[in-house]
């Protein structure tokens, strides 16, 4: 699975981020895309979908604060989160929806810790 997720890092609440998340050409393909995230002691959850088309949809934990985009040409997944709040920290994966996921292996995942 190739698909590498990075940008994450350490912010106070009420700050930005930008993640980035580059993926093989045959995972990206006409795949819908999406954000997962997993905190501590939590499952992994899916915040935002991009479709191959450029629709998108929100968890409603995130709408209105993070923002999902792609670029087909370059096969990238962007997520740009603003006004992160400390129950944003988690390890963000970005993966296809549903997901792609050999081995037991998501892809390279960044860590985003909001401080309060």
């Known amino acids: 699975v190739q698909l590498q997720a990075s940008g994450g890092g350490m912010v106070q609440a009420g700050g930005s981020l930008s993640l980035a998340c580059t993926a093989s050409?045959?995972?990206?393909?006409?795949?819908?895309m999406g954000w997962y995230r997993q905190a501590p002691g939590k499952q992994r959850e899916l915040v935002t979908v991009?479709?191959?088309?450029?629709?998108?949809n929100y968890a409603d934990s995130v709408k209105g604060r993070f923002t999902i985009s792609r670029d087909n040409a370059e096969k990238m997944v962007y997520l740009q989160m603003n006004s992160l709040k400390p129950e944003d920290t988690a390890v963000y994966y970005c993966?296809?929806?549903?997901?792609?996921?050999?081995?037991?292996?998501w892809g390279q995942g960044t860590l985003v810790t909001v401080s309060s």
């Open positions: 991009i479709t191959s088309g450029g629709g998108t």
């Open positions: 050409g045959s995972i990206f393909g006409l795949n819908d």
């Open positions: 993966n296809t929806v549903p997901a792609t996921v050999v081995g037991g292996y």
